[in-house]
């Protein structure tokens, strides 16, 4: 499609509502992808993927390369099959594998029918998720159960000061919804979600519209919990967010959550590639995120630069006592190191930083600066929204926007792995810097008893010989997964729990008025 004779393809897949779009492969007309894309298939909808093929030109519209469509109905389950798709309307074709399994149904039910309330379904449920079980069927990490009962003080979205709310429950691309409330400012829903987790890092979303009949519905608040951050058993009020989960909106919301979880598949699973969402939004220029980023890439880097002048005054002897210390310290490491003690550095770090919070001497801080850029930017976004009313169609396509977007971005991903790193050491997910804890410890136990040349050798061999034994294996870097686990600073601020106004409390609830 380009004049070099040579294409940029990406590939879309749509099933139903759900939508997702693959990486770029630059300047090929034999790319090789090898991503994976989960699919929810409900059989009374039917089930046929339509798949376009497309180049990827900078500045205008994309060139359709061909499409095919893959009808699930043919395919038998439990089963892998491998597809070879001719293009129509194009040249060429797609191979890929698709393979149909059945999954633990996710369900909505009253207050009435509790799982967890039954003491033989809990035992069951427990009993799945035992240790003694922890390598039967490993993407089954855990259940998880969400009361949704009540808000109470919602925003008025109508003209009669009343709202017709109803909920939203979200993991990942798992999505139920409530019945609606008409005409009430303090809902009671009373209803049970349950969803099967696949992945323990995942974020609980509950979100609060309004519904409107003649057009979209409207915002009225969002809370995002982590499922490592749940307390089982306990109702709890969360303060509303806005779209952004920046800030307080009006209302609380009233869930009960349980989440039961095999820790080893857990562990096993965070070192696996991360389960896309299929509903995202599109990336868009904002000054206000583009400064944002800017200046957290800048903080990261400004720690190397101070790491550096550290190491720099110890050889300047700006401080002798210092200088002595870092002298006697650099000929002993020198002369006693071997590998084992990279691994030992890093998980003596962890260890401190432990002990520095169990004293209560927490060297945590609540990144203000994060918080405050975040909360400009929804004002950023409120004008930007109102500014884009004013702009005719074709100021939207210059390609100096999609430039400058992809340097958003970039400085986003390279500021994020910075941080997450940071948020490793710092325990701010304890389970993942315990899993941490647990990896050094082995690295280290391995280098310091076998030597450099057998580990490299098994290295290379594993790598050598991984395309003959599978194929079609997608590749992943364990440490990259466990990384996307770990939360950014903008993720921490996002997913901090807003504090309770004490007149919104269980024991001062307000009658409820159906009018």
């Known amino acids: 499609m380009d004049a070099n004779g040579l294409s940029d393809p990406y590939v879309k897949f749509r099933l139903g509502h759900q939508k997702y779009k693959s990486k770029i492969m630059p300047k090929t007309l034999n790319p090789q992808w090898r991503e994976q894309f989960d699919f929810h298939l409900y059989e009374e909808r039917g089930g046929i993927i339509d798949i376009t093929v497309w180049d990827k030109d900078a500045g205008k519209k994309d ?48 207050l009435s029918v509790n799982s967890l309330e039954d003491p033989k379904e809990r035992e069951e449920i427990l009993k799945r998720y035992s240790p003694m079980r922890m390598f039967h069927n490993m993407k089954d990490v855990g259940f998880l159960q969400v009361k949704v009962i009540r808000a109470e003080a919602l925003m008025a979205a109508d003209v009669t000061g009343k709202s017709d709310p109803f909920c939203v429950v979200e993991l990942n691309n798992d999505r139920l919804l409530t019945h609606t409330v008409y005409k009430n400012l303090n809902p009671e829903w009373n209803k049970i979600f349950t969803f099967n987790v696949k992945d323990i890092h995942s974020v609980l979303e509950v979100t609060v519209y309004d519904e409107d009949r003649d057009r979209s519905a409207d915002f009225l608040g969002k809370v995002a919990i982590p499922l490592l951050s749940i307390q089982n058993g306990e109702q709890k009020a969360y303060v509303l967010k806005n779209k952004q989960l920046t800030g307080p909106t009006k209302g ?49 880097v400004m720690v190397l630069i101070n790491a550096a002048y550290y190491i720099n005054s110890c050889f300047d002897w700006d401080s002798p006592p210092r200088s002595l210390a870092a002298f006697l310290l650099f000929l002993f490491v020198v002369w006693n190191f071997e ?95 315990w899993l941490a804890i647990v990896a050094l410890c082995v690295f280290t136990v391995i280098l310091y008893f076998i030597p450099l040349r057998y580990i490299v050798l098994v290295w290379g061999i594993n790598k050598f010989t991984k395309k003959l034994r599978s194929p079609y294996a997608i590749d992943n870097n364990e440490l990259l997964d466990f990384l996307s686990r770990v939360p950014s600073d903008v ?12 007149s919104h409390s269980p024991s001062k609830r307000k009658k409820n008025n159906p009018g």
């Open 63 to 110: 060139d359709f390369i061909g499409r095919c469509q893959v009808d699930l109905s043919t395919l038998s389950k439990e089963q892998t099959h491998k597809l070879e798709m001719p293009l129509e309307e194009g040249e060429g074709c797609l191979v890929l594998l698709v393979t149909l399994t059945a999954s633990a149904a996710v369900t909505i039910s009253d």
């Open 491 to 502: 993720q921490v601020v996002q997913y901090h729990e807003l504090k309770q106004d004490p």
């Open 252 to 300: 609380v919301i009233y869930l009960e959550i349980d989440v039961i979880f095999n820790a080893v598949k857990a562990s096993v699973r965070t070192l696996m590639p991360k389960e896309q969402k299929y509903i995202e939004e599109e990336n868009r220029l904002s000054k206000q995120l583009l400064l944002r980023n800017f200046i957290r890439m800048k903080r990261c």
């Open 339 to 433: 590998l084992y003690m990279i691994p030992l550095a890093l998980l003596l770090l962890l260890a401190w930083n432990y002990f520095l919070i169990i004293s209560g001497k927490d060297n945590r801080q609540h990144d203000t600066v994060v918080e405050d850029m975040l909360e400009d930017e929804e004002e950023e976004d409120d004008r930007d929204d109102k500014d884009s009313e004013k702009k005719g169609f074709m100021d939207k396509l210059y390609a100096i926007q999609e430039v400058c977007v992809s340097v958003q971005n970039i400085l986003d991903e390279v500021a994020s792995f910075g941080e997450r790193i940071k948020n490793t050491f710092n325990w701010t997910v304890p389970f993942l810097s």
